[in-house]
Structures are given as structure tokens and as C-alpha cells.
């Protein structure tokens, strides 16, 4: 812990001196203190961003709710403790409020809190999160039109592969195709870096359809060697709303002799609310080529249920929310039970996103959920690091890991 920079913002003398002393127990090396939100802004603005910031809520002058907005908007604070008294259901908004401000929520200890479970809390931070905390934040270079116009005329764009897993045994059962652009001066580069520019210029449909060769003779080669792997690919609605789309799948289908049953094509809920008619309709052609159909991210948006009766979905993937919330919040596991009992009713395979550790993957298993997808299992990696990947065998001895 002694490489931890850690805030304490505690208006009342008593508890910010037992959390210091709780602290320096743990190892941590003087950590900061101040008693308001405009105290703690100063504090870190002199004396550079924290790791960690044990907060409490309710404070004379600036909250530690506006505090936290600030923080996040200064990047000073990059991981959360709450530290109040507040009834249990409002700390919950309050939580998925931090979260929205796009800060790290570790828990909630209550006050005061217990040694061990702080200890946890920063520990899970340590091994997870921790990074030099006078780093600068990461923004994407703006991306040049030449670059992306030579990029996709050279084929940068590849695709990397994430495998969904089979939550009882640790073996592969599919993967998701994702985009990746190596930039010959920038290196591996994420969708967040280039995707609303491809979309700008009229190329992601370009794109997507080289990936989608790329997966399908990735597929060939290993239906070749008597191996089946099911791939995924992510699709905007408003992609299927190309008059061709559903055609030049098929004969990409066609042209490398995949069984469409191998296909997923995953689409995001919250995009589902405002597709055309025509992007309906694709989907469905889709199905009736005898590809699966998988509801993206669901629980994050409003039309979930609406369009799992409208539409020939076959998989849901549950948003890695649930997952994340899954050791401190109730309601969060009874969101996962119901989303297990409503897709098997539904006749549906049920996907679990952000599976990251042990414990996520032990709870999951003893409420019945089958599938997952996560860091606990493999991170996305290349076509050739997915070949040489063991995925018929555990890649963890399920009696090691339960």
C-alpha cells in the first residue's frame, strides 16, 4: 500500500483522524486530509492527483457529490471509497452516480470502517487499477483523413478476438470479433480512437466488411482443421440500414463455406430505439439465414424487453455492469437471476460480460449462469495468438479455480 496516494475528505475530526490511523496501518504513506470539497481541490491541484479518495458525503460548503464531479472534470481522483452514513439505497445511486462521472467505484465502508474490508477495497485497486498517479490523462490524437484512407486501402484494419467461455469447465465456446487499427506510427489502436472518424467518412461499412473476410477465413481455416468456432461481430443498427448489408454477408458466407449457425451478430439495445425499419427487417433476414442474433450490453439501455419480443433474438449478453456490482449489491445479483431466468423462458443463451476475478466467476456459477465473457478468461488477442491459444482444454484446472 505504500505506493498508494490516498485522500481523505471527512469533515468531522474524529473519523478523518481514525481513517488516517486506519490508513497508516495498512501501509499507506502519509495520506492527504481535508474537511471540505474546496479544501480537497486545492489540496490536490498543489500536491497532484490520488489514487484513491475515502469520501464522505455530507459537509459544510462544497458536498462531496460536487467534489467528485470536480475531481473526475480535473482528473485528480481517479478511485472511490465511500466513506457515509447515508440509508443504504441512496449510497447505491450514489455509487452508480460516481461511476457515471467515470471515476472507479472500490465500495462502501460505512463508518467507521472495517480494517478488512478497506484493506480489500484498496488491495482490488492495487492489482487493478494503479497507475503513476502524476500521469497525464490520455487523450486520442486526432486521427488524420490520410491516414485513415491509407489505412483501409492497405487493410490496418484487423480483427482480434475475444473468447466467451464456458463459466463451469474454463473452455472457449466462441468468440467476439473486435476492430483494431495498426497504425504503422502509433501502434495497436482501439475503436474508441478511430471509430466515429470511420463512420464520418463513410467507411465503416468498408471496414467491417473486410473484418468479417478476415474472421470467415480465420473460420475456413479451422473448420479445415475439424474445429468449430462460433464468432461474433458487432453491428449498428444503422449499418443494417444499407439496402446490401444483409447481401454482402451472405456471400462472404458463400464465398468461404461457413455454416451461418457459427455467425453471432451482436446488436447494442440502446442503438435498437431508434433503427429504421429496414434495420429490422435485415435482422430478421439474418435469422432466417440461420445466424444467431445476440441483444448487446443488455440492461443499459430502456428497450430491452420490447425488443426481445419483437425481434428473432437468440443470445443475450448482460451488461458488465451487473458483474461489476455482483459482491456489493443485491439488486445487481437479482438483476443477473432474472436476466438467466428470462432468457432461459425465452429459450435464449444468456452471455455474461466483464467477468474479471475468482470471486465474479464462483457467484455466477452458483446462481446457474452458464456463459461468460472477460479478463478472468483471456483478453482480446491477434489471429495468431488465438491459434496457438489452447481452446478445447481449461485454461484454468476448474478444480484449481473453484
Not at 2 to 12: G, P, Q, R, S
Not at 378 to 390: C, N, Q
Request: charged residues 20%; proline residues 6%.
Amino acid at each position: 500500500m505504500n505506493t498508494l496516494k490516498i485522500l481523505v475528505l471527512e469533515d468531522h475530526p474524529v473519523q478523518q483522524l481514525l481513517a488516517l490511523e486506519q490508513l497508516q496501518r495498512l501501509g499507506v504513506v502519509e495520506p492527504l486530509a481535508a474537511a471540505d470539497g474546496v479544501g480537497a481541490l486545492t489540496l490536490l491541484r498543489e500536491r497532484g492527483a490520488a489514487d484513491v479518495v475515502l469520501c464522505d458525503l455530507q459537509m459544510p460548503g462544497m458536498d462531496g457529490l460536487e467534489f467528485l464531479r470536480r475531481a473526475s472534470e480535473e482528473r485528480l481522483v481517479r478511485g472511490v471509497i465511500l466513506y457515509s452514513l447515508i440509508d443504504a439505497d441512496l449510497r447505491r445511486a450514489v455509487l452508480q452516480m460516481i461511476s457515471l462521472h467515470g471515476l472507479i467505484v472500490l465500495g462502501d465502508v460505512g463508518k467507521p470502517a472495517e480494517l478488512s474490508a478497506l484493506q480489500a477495497m484498496l488491495y482490488f485497486y492495487q492489482q487493478h487499477h494503479q497507475q503513476p498517479a502524476s500521469a497525464p490523462p490520455r487523450h486520442f490524437a486526432p486521427v488524420k483523413r490520410e491516414d485513415l484512407l491509407q489505412g483501409v486501402e492497405q487493410g490496418q484494419f484487423v480483427s482480434y478476438y475475444q473468447p466467451k467461455f464456458d463459466l463451469q469447465q474454463a473452455i472457449c465456446c466462441g468468440a467476439e470479433v473486435l476492430m483494431r487499427w495498426v497504425h504503422p506510427q502509433r501502434g495497436i489502436l482501439a475503436p474508441a480512437a478511430f471509430l466515429d472518424e470511420l463512420e464520418a467518412e463513410g467507411l465503416l461499412d468498408q471496414v467491417f466488411l473486410q473484418q468479417l473476410d478476415q474472421s470467415m477465413a480465420l473460420q475456413r481455416q479451422l473448420l479445415n482443421q475439424g474445429e468449430e468456432l462460433e464468432l461474433a461481430f458487432n453491428l449498428l443498427p444503422r449499418q443494417l440500414a444499407c439496402s446490401d448489408m444483409v447481401g454482402h454477408i451472405r456471400r462472404t458466407i458463400e464465398r468461404h463455406r461457413v455454416p451461418p449457425r457459427l455467425l453471432t451478430f451482436e446488436i447494442t439495445e440502446v442503438g435498437l430505439v431508434q433503427a429504421p425499419a429496414i434495420s429490422l427487417e435485415n435482422l430478421v433476414r439474418l435469422r432466417m439465414m440461420e445466424c444467431n442474433l445476440a441483444i448487446d450490453d443488455f440492461g443499459a439501455g430502456y428497450s430491452s424487453l420490447q425488443r426481445l419480443c419483437e425481434l428473432p433474438f437468440n443470445q443475450i449478453k448482460l451488461d458488465a455492469h451487473f458483474v461489476r456490482e455482483l459482491v456489493r449489491q443485491p439488486r445487481c445479483r437479482a438483476v443477473v437471476g432474472a436476466s438467466l431466468a428470462l432468457a432461459n423462458k425465452l429459450d435464449m443463451r444468456l452471455v455474461v460480460e466483464g467477468v474479471e476475478t475468482q470471486l465474479e466467476r464462483r457467484l455466477l456459477l452458483e446462481m446457474g449462469c452458464v456463459l461468460g465473457q472477460g479478463y478472468w478468461y483471456a483478453r482480446p488477442m491477434p489471429e495468431a495468438e488465438l491459434l496457438a491459444w489452447p481452446r478445447s482444454v481449461p485454461s484454468v484446472p476448474p478444480t484449481q479455480s473453484l
